[in-house]
């Protein structure tokens, strides 16, 4: 009765297509009732994070970096000495927002303008269009997390400290 019972759960877990078992994924990288995602490690989610607070100390800025995972939940948030009190909340509202709407938020500061048609998302609680958040994208597209950079003089130049994060952990991220 025992071995009955091995035997159907075996085909059971086969049929399930649960990993392991030998059932193929299908293209879209699905397998039976689950979605296959990656997010960055702590460790990548620290470097671009400490990559961006130093390209910004360089230039003299004195800022706050928020790195989120793809669901917009924060990793890593770094605050230089003398940062305003505001970082803390700016840089991860714009990590949000570059993960929630899959864009820069200089991007999206453009296309929610007054008098767009996307005006409205201004008004989101947690929402900033504004300059300094970028989507992580791995290798092969996927959103893997966001990065925010606040307390720069402008929003143009917290993208570019951003960015700089983003190209400290590009080749880790390549593949």
Not at 23 to 44: H, I, N, S, W, Y
Not at 89 to 102: E, I
């Given at each position: 009765?025992?071995?009955?019972?091995?035997?159907?759960?075996?085909?059971?877990?086969?049929?399930?297509?649960?990993?392991?078992?030998?059932?193929?994924?299908?293209?879209?990288?699905?397998?039976?009732?689950?979605?296959?995602?990656?997010?960055?490690?702590?460790?990548?989610?620290?470097?671009?994070?400490?990559?961006?607070?130093?390209?910004?100390?360089?230039?003299?800025?004195?800022?706050?970096v928020t790195v989120?995972?793809?669901?917009?939940?924060?990793?890593?948030?770094?605050?230089?000495?003398?940062?305003?009190?505001?970082?803390?909340?700016?840089?991860?509202?714009?990590?949000?927002?570059?993960?929630?709407?899959?864009?820069?938020?200089?991007?999206?500061?453009?296309?929610?303008?007054?008098?767009?048609?996307?005006?409205?998302?201004?008004?989101?609680?947690?929402?900033?269009?504004?300059?300094?958040?970028?989507?992580?994208?791995?290798?092969?597209?996927?959103?893997?997390?966001?990065?925010?950079?606040?307390?720069?003089?402008?929003?143009?130049?917290?993208?570019?400290?951003?960015?700089?994060?983003?190209?400290?952990?590009?080749?880790?991220?390549?593949?």
């Amino acid at each position: 009765m025992t071995r009955c019972l091995g035997a159907l759960l075996a085909a059971g877990l086969a049929m399930a297509g649960l990993p392991g078992t030998g059932a193929a994924q299908d293209t879209a990288g699905e397998d039976g009732a689950f979605v296959t995602f990656r997010v960055l490690k702590p460790e990548m989610a620290l470097k671009a994070a400490q990559a961006a607070l130093e390209h910004c100390r360089a230039e003299g800025y004195q800022v706050g970096v928020t790195v989120v995972d793809r669901f917009g939940l924060p990793q890593v948030f770094l605050r230089d000495r003398f940062a305003g009190a505001h970082v803390q909340d700016t840089s991860f509202r714009k990590a949000w927002t570059a993960v929630s709407f899959r864009t820069g938020t200089s991007a999206l500061h453009e296309e929610t303008a007054p008098g767009t048609e996307s005006f409205g998302i201004r008004f989101l609680e947690t929402a900033l269009p504004l300059g300094g958040g970028l989507p992580v994208m791995g290798g092969d597209g996927s959103m893997v997390g966001g990065i925010g950079v606040s307390g720069a003089p402008g929003p143009s130049l917290d993208d570019v400290c951003a960015q700089a994060g983003l190209d400290a952990i590009e080749f880790d991220i390549a593949f």
